[in-house]
């Protein structure tokens, strides 16, 4: 008597979500997952991408190290492997000023250079990848370290200088916890101070939910729809007197919501699954969970 196999199960799972996804209203959502959510292996990424009718895909560490510390024959071979799966890249993840605030010294100064080296990086990596959306940071507080307006003037001054130096490129600020952006209300501070309009955010409102904001409907509210460039999706919970991240549809955040509050307010481009959350069955396994609740959420949009 035939007995399926696990793969036989998954690969009949992830047929059955596929034809979900093309059935749905929303067949067209810009959906995408952080290829190294899945697994460091590109190929084994594109993979589960392609069962499961997904188009899109956010770059961030390929085969283990981030894609800016790859040599390019890397990314070609990266990008080639996406092609053949009929994945596009919607935005390469950097880590471009995510670090401490660097004091305007000689020293500070040679860790601005070594910023700006990367930006380079990331921009070349970025065009091979085709396309125009580079993920960066704000700066990150030093432990202990409050924000003032003095070390607010001076990210800002430095947001606007990368603008300039990335022209032809859109820069899509990440807002994170322990960062000067970590909230939807920090972002609209962005906003008000750096107009260059190649400067942009990756809405993450899970990480803004991290850092004590209601980040839907409140947090959402203070922003400008039209300067997302991208947007990160997941789930999130308070447990122990913490936040954990969560299986979608197992957290408190109103992913429904939210994604209703995009459309209504125009937003075309994409999401990412960032999972974060893991299972002991694995990353993959994981990734696999919180795309099945976020589909689940995506047919009552």
Known sequence: MYSPTRRDLLAASALLFARRLR????ADLKLGITTDEIHDDVLTAAKFLQQYNLHWAEIRNIWGPYNTAQPMEKIREAGKILDEHGIRVSIEGTGFFKIPLPPDTPEGQKKLDAQWALLTTAMERAKAFGTDRIRVFTFMLAKGETADEKSYARVWELTREAA??????????????????????EAALLFKNVKQDNIGLTWDPNNAGESGEQSFPEGYRKLDPAR??????????????????????????????????LLKDGYKGTFTLETHWRDPKGKMYSSEQSLKGLLEVIAKV
């Open 164 to 185: 300039r130096r990335a022209k032809g490129f859109r820069l899509a600020v990440e807002n994170i916890g322990g960062g000067y952006v970590a909230t939807g209300a």
């Open 228 to 261: 997302i460039f991208h947007v990160h999706l997941r789930d999130y919970k308070h447990q122990d007197g913490k936040v954990v991240w969560a299986r979608v549809g197992d957290g408190e955040f109103d992913n429904l919501g939210q994604i209703r509050a």
């Open 23 to 26: 059935a749905l209203p929303l």
